[in-house]
């Protein structure tokens, strides 16, 4: 051939070229789908579905009133590191709490508060969750996407 | 410049004084509030915050003048005399001129002289100051001995006859022994705010003092490298109004509570059966159990979990005793199997140990 580099550099541009092209196949599945594809609902619910809830608020009190993370890996919410219960990451697009009852934002608040009524014996604890608090909590788990 | 240029540089001041501020500001508060050494509250923390304070602007002013001096130096203009180097060295010029270089007179009082000046009247300041309060200044009439373990400390009251762990109380204002231990390894004890280090040596009683003279909650932490958690080696000390030292005294020598929620009742029983072979609980006058984690006889009433790294709240102590190892990898404490009820009902237990 003849162009500079030699064979060398056309092999590796050619599997360049490959591995792009064929990475866009496979990662297609992660990538955004289009908006207008009404089908595409991964996360039904998102903060603004609890009106007045402070997302930012519900992180610190997690983290000071709560310790949340002591039990739970939770994303944006520091030093919450715990492998007591489930790790909270993408919170949004789970379909269950607890494996229980459906995952919605009313449906969270309450668990927040009372988890021991949604289902007895379970390692998490009542631990006296105000109504406000519930929300806020329940608000930034819900922008975890 | 044009209009457009005077308004953008404009623009570029603003936004550096407005960096500058709030750097200021967040450097202020974290000074107001942070547990820092220039933010001393006990004559031992004074003593160094007032070394430290003096060594600083003493640097700072050298290291203007030096700056001054460099600045000088690359600036001025080179008389002419310069132009010759050569003949600047000869045995001839030495000779005549009485020095071996250029300049040796600006060295030798500069690098020399001005040094042993600044130098040997502040070390005898810095050690004058610290002899100050090596000793306290009447006799202690507490005595606290703390006892390093990897990665927690055991406290323990002489002649009270108590112990408790991971948190130190001192009434205010009056100095207390301090009879620094170490189980195992080399640790560390300080708290930023009220001591220096002090390291605790295994085989080795260390005595010191120390004396917070307002009434807080002082972080401490271990100050040595012992190991993998001896970043999360942490504990508070306490001052109390003498009323209040008291009062928490005589809490301590208490037995542990006996509680009437069934819940704590059911604890009580995991406890006996999970906890025991590492942690001791002082019950009807004899200690229950073995001394290998801390004493948990007044655990509900202490500040934090997990020796000073986290707040003492139910989902702390649920994170903790569920798993140990997530929040503190390689610490002693395993993660002990319990079923989920078990686990709430110890959780209940530790809370009722006031």
Redesign the interface.
Known sequence: MACPGGRGLALATTLLVLAATTGCGLLGDLAPAPASDARYQPARFQPSDLPGAQPDRGARVMR????????HVIPGVTGA????GPPLNGWSRRAYIAGNVANTPDNLVRWLQHPQAIEP?????D??VSEADARDMAAYLFSLR | MTAAGRRAARRARRLALLRLSVLGSVLAAACATAPSTVNPRGPRAAQIADIWWLSFWLAAAIFLLVMAALGYALFRRRPERWRQPAEQMSPAWQRESGSRFPGQGFVVAGGVVLPVLVLVPLSVYWIVKLIQVAVPPTPPELTIEVTGYQFWWHVRYPDQGFVTANEVHVPVGRPVRLLLKAQDVIHSFWVPQVMGKHDMIPGKTIETWVQADEAGVYWGECAEYCGIQHAKMAFVLVADPPEQFAAWAARQQQPAAESDDPVARRGAQVFARACITCHTLQVGGETVGTAVGPDLTHFGSRLTVGAGILPNIRGNVAGWVGNPQAIKPGNTMPIVELDSESLLAVVTYLESLK
């Open positions: 000071h009133a709560y310790g949340c993370g002591a039990c590191t715990g492998m007591v014996g379970t390692a998490m604890p631990l006296g």
